[in-house]
């Protein structure tokens, strides 16, 4: 699922600026927003640890998956792996199978869940507090 490739550091910047985009986006009082943007974000954090890695996902049935699994084992924390595949659900279950009610509670969950793992990324990246 996964190809070797050579990204520059531009284009491990350019993944990551867009993931917090997103999350920046994620800041909002309508659950369906923070949601949506949460996970963007998150898969965004995975394709940028895999371009760390120079790690290319081939879009194929079940890349977001591998994605979440890659992540989860390339940053040592199966938690990402647990909750992260739940929000992929949650999203393909909205998608594809006639929408589901996320309440806001459970969306800032996911929202602070995401923010933990942007200050993951950035300790593995290298890089200096962001957000």
């Known amino acids: 699922m996964f190809k070797q490739f050579s990204f ?3 284009q491990i ?3 990551y600026k867009s ?3 997103d999350f920046s986006l994620s800041r909002s ?3 369906e927003i923070i ?3 949460s996970y963007n974000c ?4 995975a394709i940028t640890v895999c371009a760390k890695n120079n790690l290319r996902i081939q879009p194929r049935l079940g890349h977001h998956v591998a994605l979440i699994e890659k992540m989860s084992e390339l940053l040592d924390n199966q938690d990402i792996a647990l909750i992260a595949d739940d929000m992929r659900s949650k999203r393909n279950k909205d998608l594809y199978d006639g929408g589901v009610i996320i309440s806001l509670k459970e969306a800032k969950l996911y929202h602070e869940f ?3 793992l942007i200050k993951q990324v950035e300790k593995y990246l ?3 507090k962001l957000i």
């Open 8 to 10: 520059s550091k531009n």
């Open 114 to 116: 995401v923010a933990n």
């Open 19 to 21: 993931a917090l985009r």
């Open 42 to 45: 998150l898969l965004k954090l």
């Open 126 to 128: 290298g890089k200096p």
């Open 35 to 37: 949601f949506v943007f």
């Open 29 to 31: 009082d309508n659950p």
């Open 13 to 15: 910047e350019k993944y």
